[in-house]
């Protein structure tokens, strides 16, 4: 645990910066195809099913858009894998500078 470790740790949330000013729109959730009749499988349509805010969503997505849904749930999946990793980086950096802080007394 040194300042080289923390210099490393520095860079990596640079990086993580860097490709969250990349993310396009988003949303979250989950993107279903239902069927009005599951038996037989006839009358298919989607819906996407979310939370936000402390409250559930389910809307339903014409067939047109399900491709930009998708991409919008990925991005929004790639915006929390980064920010989980970058909280999870701080974390690291934060208990290093204590460790360090504490072993120069």
């Known amino acids: 645990m040194n300042s080289k470790t923390l210099s490393q740790i520095e860079k990596k949330i640079e990086k993580i910066k860097k ?7 988003m949303r979250p959730g989950s993107l279903t195809r239902q069927y009005r009749n599951p038996k037989d499988k006839i009358g298919s349509y989607y819906q996407i099913s979310y939370t936000h805010k402390m409250k559930s969503r389910t809307e339903y997505v014409r067939l047109e858009f399900v491709d930009i849904i998708e991409e919008q749930i990925s991005e929004y999946k790639r915006f929390r894998e980064l920010v989980d990793q ?20």
């Open 19 to 25: 490709l969250l000013v990349t993310i396009q729109q």
């Open 86 to 105: 970058w909280v999870d980086l701080s974390i690291e950096h934060s208990k290093m500078q204590m460790d360090i802080a504490k072993k120069a007394k």
